[in-house]
C-alpha cells in the first residue's frame, strides 16, 4: 500500500513541475514601476475618499455649538445587556435583606424631537412637562386639498392645516439623529452672550443623505471606511429669545396635535429640503417648538390641579408628562410573539418610553396608582395604551407588518376603558413634585395599588 501512495505521489510531483513553470511562462513580466503605479491607483481613490471625509467631520466638529456641552452616556447603552435571561424574570422588593434584589431604574430617555432618535441619559432633571428637554419639537406638514410650496402666498397657506407627524405614517423619523446640547459654563467655548447660549441650547439633527454626482460618491466610500453612512446635518435653536425668531424669520402658526390646537413657533427654515424627499413626504414640512407659556393642560386621568398644587401639562408628548415600562414585561412580550427567522430582537426602545425599570414582575406595574423612584413622587395616572408605532424597528426605520402589535392585542386589552381591541404596556404618570431628580440605578417602590380605568381623549 505504502508503494502505491510513493508511485501516486512521484506522479503528481512530476505533473507539477511541468505544468507549474508553463503556468509562470504564460504569466506576464511587470516592471516594477507598474507594479508600483498599480498598487497606488488601487489605494489612492480610498485615501482620498477617508481624508475628504475626516475633514468634513472636523469641520462639524468645528461648528459645534458654542458654550454648550452634548447630553447623552460616555458608554454606549445601559441597555446592552436587555436581553438577558435575568430581566425575564421578576424579583422581590427591596428589604433590609434583600438589598441587592432592589427595583430599579435601569435607563433613561429624552426625545428632544418626537418621533426622532432619543438621548439616553444618566442623570436626568423632571419638570411639570415630563423629562427636561423631552418633546419640546415635533415636525408637522401642511395637509391640504392640493400641493402648498415655499411661494405660496400666506393668505392661500392660511386655509391648510399643520398636523403633526410621528413614525405611524413615516418610520425613517426613527433614523433622524439628535444631539441636544445645553448650556455650561465648564466647557473652554463658553461665553453668556453668544446665540447658543442665550438660545438655551441647540439641538442638531442627522439624516442618512448621499449627495448625487461624485462627491456623494467619495463621502459614501470615507463613511463606510469609518462603518458609517453620509448624513445631512442641521441645527435649531431650543428656546429662541424674541430678537433671534424676529432676526431669523421664525413664525407662530397654528399646529394640531391629536385634538389640540396650538399655537407653536415654525422653524421650518431651518429644515433642508432633502429631509422631506429622504421621508417621503409630498407635502409641506415644518418643524415647531411648543410654547412654554401656552402648554397643553393634562386632564382625563391625571391628577386635579388641587390635589398637585399645580396643572399638569406636557410638551408635544401624546397624553401625559412620563411614560415608563418594566423590562420583564417587554420580555414577556417577545417570548409570546411568533417565531420569526431573521427577525430582530423586541427592544425596549420600541415603545419609546422615557424611564426603563426592571425587578417587578411582568405587568406587575398595571397595578401602581403612586410610586418612589429615588426621593421623588409620581402618579400613575393610567396604562398606556398602544398603536402600531411600537412595529418601527428604531435603528433600520423598518416596519413590521404586524408584531409587536398583533401580540399585545391578543392578551393585553386589559382596560375597558381604551375601547375593543387595543392593547395596553406601560404606565403613564405625572410627577407629583413640580421640579425633581432621577438618576439610573434610583430605587423603585410602590407606594399606592389600585384599579385604572382608561379615559380616551
Not at 140 to 156: D, H, I, M, R, W
Not at 271 to 296: A, C, Q, V
Amino acid at each position: 500500500m505504502d508503494d502505491l501512495i510513493e508511485h501516486y505521489r512521484d506522479i503528481i510531483e512530476d505533473y507539477y513541475e511541468e505544468y507549474s513553470q508553463q503556468l509562470f511562462d504564460a504569466i506576464p513580466v511587470f516592471s516594477t514601476t507598474t507594479y508600483v503605479l498599480t498598487i497606488i491607483a488601487i489605494c489612492i481613490p480610498p485615501i482620498i475618499a477617508l481624508i475628504i471625509y475626516e475633514r468634513e467631520q472636523a469641520k462639524l466638529l468645528a461648528e459645534q455649538p458654542q458654550g454648550c456641552r452634548k447630553l447623552g452616556l460616555k458608554i454606549e447603552s445601559n441597555l446592552l445587556n436587555e436581553f438577558d435571561k435575568k430581566f425575564s424574570e421578576g424579583r422581590p422588593p427591596s428589604t433590609e435583606e434583600t438589598s441587592a434584589e432592589w427595583w430599579r431604574l435601569k435607563s433613561m430617555w429624552i426625545y428632544p424631537v418626537k418621533s426622532c432618535k432619543g438621548v439616553e441619559l444618566n442623570r436626568g432633571t423632571v419638570i411639570s412637562t415630563g423629562m427636561e428637554y423631552d418633546r419640546q419639537f415635533t415636525f408637522a406638514q401642511l395637509k391640504s386639498p392640493f400641493p402648498v410650496n415655499a411661494n405660496t402666498p400666506k393668505k392661500e397657506k392660511a386655509a391648510h392645516q399643520w398636523e403633526f407627524i410621528t413614525q405611524r405614517q413615516f418610520p425613517l423619523l426613527a433614523k433622524i439623529r439628535t444631539e441636544m446640547w445645553v448650556p455650561d459654563q465648564s466647557v473652554d467655548t463658553w461665553t453668556a452672550h453668544t446665540d447658543d447660549v442665550e438660545s438655551g441650547g441647540v439641538i442638531i439633527m442627522s439624516f442618512p443623505w448621499q449627495e448625487a454626482g461624485w462627491r456623494g460618491t467619495v463621502a459614501k466610500w470615507g463613511a463606510s471606511f469609518m462603518g458609517k453612512v453620509p448624513e445631512k446635518q442641521f441645527r435649531v435653536p431650543f428656546n429662541p429669545t424674541d430678537v433671534q425668531v424676529e432676526k431669523a424669520g421664525y413664525s407662530y402658526e397654528k399646529m394640531t396635535i391629536w385634538k389640540d390646537t396650538v399655537n407653536a413657533l415654525n422653524l421650518e427654515i431651518e429644515i433642508p429640503e432633502e429631509l422631506r424627499y429622504y421621508l417621503g413626504i409630498s407635502n409641506k414640512l415644518g418643524l415647531f417648538r411648543i410654547d412654554n407659556s401656552k402648554l397643553r393642560e393634562v386632564h382625563r386621568n391625571a391628577p386635579k390641579k388641587e390635589e398637585l398644587g399645580y396643572q399638569p401639562v406636557t410638551g408635544f408628548q401624546d397624553a401625559y408628562p412620563l411614560h415608563m415600562i418594566n423590562l420583564a414585561s417587554v420580555r414577556d412580550i417577545e417570548k409570546k410573539m411568533p417565531k420569526e427567522k431573521g427577525a430582530p430582537r423586541l427592544s425596549a426602545t420600541r415603545f419609546r418610553a422615557n424611564l426603563i425599570i426592571t425587578g417587578p414582575d411582568a405587568y406587575l406595574e398595571d397595578s401602581w396608582r403612586r410610586i418612589k423612584i429615588g426621593y421623588y413622587e409620581y402618579d400613575v395616572s393610567c396604562r398606556t395604551a398602544r398603536c402600531k408605532m411600537p412595529n418601527v424597528d428604531q435603528v433600520s426605520g423598518e416596519r413590521h407588518p404586524s408584531e409587536p402589535d398583533k401580540t399585545l392585542r391578543s392578551f393585553r386589552v386589559i382596560d375597558e376603558g381604551t375601547g375593543p381591541n387595543v392593547g395596553c404596556l406601560g404606565v403613564q404618570m405625572v410627577p407629583i413634585s413640580k421640579e425633581s431628580a432621577l438618576r439610573v440605578g434610583d430605587e423603585v417602590t410602590v407606594l399606592e395599588v389600585g384599579q385604572h380605568h382608561y379615559l380616551k381623549q
